[in-house]
Nanobody, 129 residues
Framework: QVQLVESGGGLVQAGGSLRLSCAAS????????MGWFRQAPGKEREFVAA????????YYGDSVKGRFTLSRDNAKRAVYLQMNSLKAEDTAVYYC??????????????????????WGQGTLVTVSS
């Protein structure tokens, strides 16, 4: 069983940057696509980014393209979300997710997040305007 632990959230001014990390622990890590979703108060969970197991393919939600970069280091069993040019509307709880069945290319499909295998506890990002 793989467990996910996020870190790196916090308070930042608009235009600033933050880097979120998600570390995976457990016996099995191989073959998992990983990524991030976010959820603002009163809103549905939104796809942010995903990366394939190999790291060769990355996918981004439209609202973060060009500003966020997702990478993974399988040797460290971790993924990293570099968030630049942050906006007030980026304020949300950010959740790391992993799945051994759904490739990252599908993660932006409406409602698919409900079927993803593993979730972290979430980390709060607050962007002040």
């Amino acid at each position: 069983q793989v467990q996910l632990v996020e870190s790196g959230g916090g308070l930042v001014q608009a235009g600033g940057s933050l880097r979120l990390s998600c570390a995976a622990s457990g016996r099995t890590f191989s073959g998992y696509a990983m990524g991030w979703f976010r959820q603002a108060p009163g809103k549905e969970r939104e796809f942010v980014a995903a990366v394939s197991w190999s790291g060769s393919a990355t996918y981004y939600g439209d609202s973060v393209k060009g500003r966020f970069t997702l990478s993974r280091d399988n040797a460290k069993r971790a993924v990293y979300l570099q968030m630049n040019s942050l906006k007030a509307e980026d304020t949300a709880v950010y959740y790391c997710a992993a799945d051994s069945g759904w490739d990252g290319t599908y993660w932006n499909r409406y409602g698919l997040y409900k079927y993803l295998e593993l979730w972290g506890q979430g980390t709060l990002v607050t962007v002040s305007s």
